[in-house]
């Protein structure tokens, strides 16, 4: 069982979210190019509960994708080995217009561009932390 935590259930009382039975939670850690001013407090917390963690992103098609990752990446930071993969959350509000919505293509490229640097980022890191660089062959 898991949970989702952003901001307007963090103004609600989300810490409540905290003493329930999950296994995993999600933290909203940006949304667009704006960092979610609970994330840090929340990102703490599930650190020192047995659940595991992970970290979203509120992807907005009107900004630019790479410099959504970059961000997403800054803000959440080093993960732990047994954090969730980083995710988006990519919906109805993503789109800023009528006319963004009625260009399936587009918004297609503009998400596949967003998660393939994120993969990119996040994959290498995982493969090169796992090469020791000062073993002799």
């Known amino acids: 069982q898991g949970g989702m935590l952003f901001i307007r259930q963090a103004r609600k009382g989300g810490a409540n979210i905290f003493k329930m039975r999950i296994g995993n939670l999600f933290a909203r850690a940006a949304y667009g190019l704006k960092e979610d001013p609970t994330f840090k407090e929340n990102w703490q917390q599930m650190d020192t509960r047995p659940i595991i963690r992970g970290a979203y992103h509120f992807f907005l098609l009107r900004e630019d994708p790479i410099e959504q990752a970059r961000f997403f990446l800054q803000v959440i930071g080093q993960s732990r080995v047994n ?10 509000m993503s789109l800023s217009s009528e006319r963004e919505a009625s260009s ?34």
């Open 83 to 92: 954090d969730l993969c980083p995710a988006v959350d990519f919906e109805e």
């Open 104 to 137: 399936t293509t587009a918004v297609q490229e503009k998400l596949f561009e967003y998660l393939n640097y994120l993969e990119l980022q996040v994959c290498f890191a995982a493969t090169t932390d796992d090469i020791d660089v000062n073993t002799s062959t």
